[in-house]
């Protein structure tokens, strides 16, 4: 009755979604142009079905909205808990989603010796329960622009708290009760560390993530490579991995002689295996149900299209989880294969090879635009060609290779170990190209974060692209010509935007402050922040630990649209200050440092000055005097006065004059400093004081505040921390002199948005 039309019942569905979840103008727009479309075909069969769809996944959205709560309240608790699935161990860090009889919790475990590391990974698996105590905590919301949000990512999978059970208190963990899903989940698990033990290093992290969906095995700046190529799907299971498969065993099948009918109803039952077995991700399940959904209309004679069963399975998906429209890899798994259909559709019968490849690799990467741009801010614009590369190589040599070496290691041991070294060798001179085309300046462009309207234009403008392809008169040109018009507008507000902006960024216990000023007149930033390292024993140490450069500065920056950095001012050679300055060379473009004299003393600082060098970033030596100007302001360094490094007190001290204020950035600068500043400089009028040293007692002294009287001060310090900045004397210096305090510990990244004149202050944005 719908054959062709089950689209418009999953558009209907989604945007009852939204309506239910995000009420805003896009949602409503949206929401009316699907039903618009649905009139448009003028059937009342389908009409009548899409708003059935409409009410009832209205209904689905708003009752699992309804019912997002927690029993529980913040505090200490003793309960039963039961591990789904296998922990993650890090280092002395144990992480796993669990559930209690009343809801699922995020727990999270400091592991105490090397022993109970051992004792954990033995004995905790799927269906395992353990009677333990522990304390209730809420999950963090970002505190800084576009960053991850962590508690509303747990929100979305029913999970209000964070459990961390006391001391030892996994130790006396029972296998809970045996059950089909648990028994595959442990076999994967063992499969994955199988794979550990006896594969090269080099090859193990491709075999478990093409047999097993674990990509935990690769290294971050490999995987960062295969992103930026546009070809990271090529490490994740997907259709082409079940299509491969499922195609290897019917002609295995047939040659030993089984019917169709055998044939199919063992796929009904291998099916699911596979998915649990391969981790169960979005783009597995979504490949698994559309085969079942294909072989069963083949077998019934149902009259379902390849767009019917991409939409029906998108349909039983939101059913049960509505909240899973969310996820990135869940919208691009979906989104791509419903492209490549209509792009499959369109071509003309007799295509050669090389045109469907790409035909497809272009269509993935126009249909991907929207949702890189909006969680990534880049796309890779070499996608294209890569993939026309990279997919038949995966397809038809690494994918069987990889199921051939691993069943390989069960038939006979040498010619394994032969064979799966030869492999890895190949799979080196693969990475080597895979790095070295990432490299390449343009490979990716930097989009930053597009807003709500931006995103809406852009994705009309691909609908557009589309549309006019379809009707093959147009030529490719033409056809490109609106998003490119889109596009070049898009850039235009994004390096030349009106307005600037100053950003005091949560980097935890440390300095990192980006100033953008309008019209592209300067990118500066002052620190970069950096977390400080203790020396630890081996088995503690993290394979991911947390990076301020990786996980903090960087993708603010890129959200941003921020690809390069004018000035980047580094106060001194501390870690807390400079810790990502590396990172940042890496990965964002510096054209001028700034560093205080004979600061290079320090190690880490000689460091960095050796490797910006060897990228030929100028480097330039500031102190007291130094300066410069343009449209949007003045900027002159006060401080250190001479040429001694003495660490704290060579503090590069900032004075600048821009968005109708003064600003004085002191870095770490304490008691001793502020005294030699004042008088050398005497009174010097300050609308905004970034407090020195993190609010610590050596800072900020009556004197300063008497001669610089500022109406704001900030103060960068992180949760918690171990130093007790800051301190309560600051606290009270400052409420002395009836200063306005923002505490970057308590408030999250402060936001400075202003014009030539004037501006507004703002917490982070949530």
């Keep these: 009755m719908f054959t062709g039309r089950w689209i418009f019942l999953a558009l209907a569905a989604l945007s009852a979604l939204f309506i239910c979840f995000e009420l805003n103008i896009f949602s409503i727009l949206f929401t009316l142009m699907v039903m618009i479309r649905v009139i448009l075909e003028k059937n009342m069969r389908l009409l009548i079905a899409s708003l059935v769809c409409l009410m009832l996944f209205f209904s689905i959205g708003f009752i699992k909205e309804k019912n997002n709560t927690s029993i529980y309240s913040q505090g200490k608790i003793t309960t039963t808990i039961y591990f789904q699935q296998p922990p993650l161990i890090d280092g002395d860090r144990l992480k796993a989603i669990v559930t209690t009889d009343q809801e699922k919790l995020q727990l999270q475990y400091l592991i105490q010796t090397k022993e109970e590391k051992e004792l954990l990974k033995r004995s905790i698996q799927s269906g395992t329960s353990c009677k333990t105590s522990g304390e209730l905590l809420d999950p963090m919301n970002n505190t800084n622009e576009h960053a991850f949000n962590y508690a509303k990512y ?31 989940i442990n076999l994967r698990e ?14 193990l992290p491709y075999v478990n993530a093409l047999i097993f969906g674990d990509r935990a095995f690769f290294a971050e700046d490999l995987l960062l490579a295969y992103q930026r190529l ?8 997907s259709g082409l991995h079940v299509g491969f498969i499922m195609g ?17 109803w063992i796929f009904v039952c291998f099916l699911p295996v596979y998915a649990l077995i391969t981790g169960a991700n979005p783009p597995v399940i979504r490949a698994t149900l559309m085969m079942f959904l294909l072989l069963s209309a083949k077998k019934w004679r149902l009259p379902f299209t390849t767009m019917d069963t991409i939409a029906i399975s998108f349909l039983l998906f939101i059913m049960f989880n509505p909240y899973i429209i969310y996820q990135a890899g869940f919208q691009l798994s979906f989104a791509i294969s419903l492209g490549l259909v209509v792009m499959s559709n369109s071509l003309p019968k007799e295509t050669s090879f090389f045109r469907t490849m790409f035909e497809t690799s272009l269509t993935s990467m126009f249909i991907s635009l929207p949702i890189l741009m909006w969680y990534f801010y880049e796309f890779s614009l070499v996608s294209p060609i890569a993939n026309m590369f990279f997919v038949p190589l995966y397809s038809f040599i690494v994918l069987p290779s990889t199921i051939f070496i691993w069943i390989l290691q069960f038939v006979h041991e040498e010619t394994f170990s032969f064979v799966a070294n030869v492999f890895a060798k190949l799979l080196i001179l693969s990475e080597q190209i895979v790095l070295y085309a990432s490299s390449w300046k343009y490979s990716s462009i930097l989009t930053g974060k597009p807003s709500g309207m931006a995103l809406t234009f852009i994705m009309i403008g691909i609908g557009l692209y589309f549309i006019l392809r379809e009707k093959k008169q147009f030529h490719v040109v033409v056809a490109l010509f609106p998003l490119l018009f889109i596009f070049i507008f898009y850039f235009a507000l994004l390096n030349y935007p009106s307005k600037g902006e100053v950003i005091f960024i949560d980097v935890g216990q440390g300095d990192s402050i980006f100033i953008q000023l309008p019209y592209n007149r300067g990118n500066y930033l002052i620190d970069t922040g950096g977390q400080i390292e203790f020396s630890q024993e081996e088995w503690r140490e993290r394979a991911t630990p947390f990076d301020t450069g990786k996980n903090i500065l960087i993708p603010l920056l890129k ?13 001194h050679a501390d870690i807390d200050h400079m810790g990502a300055s590396e990172e940042l060379l890496n990965q964002i473009g510096i054209k001028e440092v700034h560093v205080p004299p004979n600061s290079w003393e320090k190690p880490m600082m000689k460091k960095f000055l050796m490797l910006a060098e060897k990228k030929d970033v100028k480097i330039t030596v500031s102190k007291g005097g130094t300066k410069w100007k343009n449209k949007s302001g003045t900027f002159s360094f006060l401080y250190p006065l001479n040429d001694t490094y003495s660490d704290n007190n060579s503090s590069l001290v900032l004075l600048a004059h821009f968005g109708g204020l003064n600003w004085l950035f002191t870095g770490d600068l304490e008691k001793e400093g502020e005294v030699e500043l004042i008088r050398t400089y005497g009174e010097l009028p300050i609308d905004v004081l970034k407090v020195g040293h993190h609010g610590s007692k050596t800072s900020t002294s009556i004197e300063l505040l008497e001669k610089i009287d500022p109406e704001f001060a900030v103060i960068s310090a992180g949760r918690n921390n171990r130093y007790g900045h800051p301190h309560p004397e600051v606290l009270e210096n400052l409420q002395r002199f009836n200063v306005k305090v923002f505490r970057i510990d308590e408030q999250g990244a402060l936001h400075y948005k202003f014009s030539d004149k004037d501006g507004t202050f703002q917490s982070v944005p949530q």
């Design 154 to 184: 747990l929100k979305r999978d029913s999970i209000h708290w964070i459990f961390q059970p006391t001391k030892n208190s996994l130790q006396s963990c029972t296998p809970g009760k045996k059950s089909i899903s648990t028994y595959l």
């Design 190 to 203: 063992q499969g994955i560390r199988l794979v550990e033990e006896n594969f090269p290093d080099n090859l």
């Design 230 to 237: 546009g070809i990271i799907h090529l490490l994740a299971i």
């Design 248 to 264: 290897f065993l019917y002609y295995f099948f047939k040659r030993i002689g089984l019917t169709t009918e055998d044939t199919y």
């Design 559 to 571: 959200s941003k649209g921020v690809g390069k950095i004018d000035k980047l001012i580094l106060t």
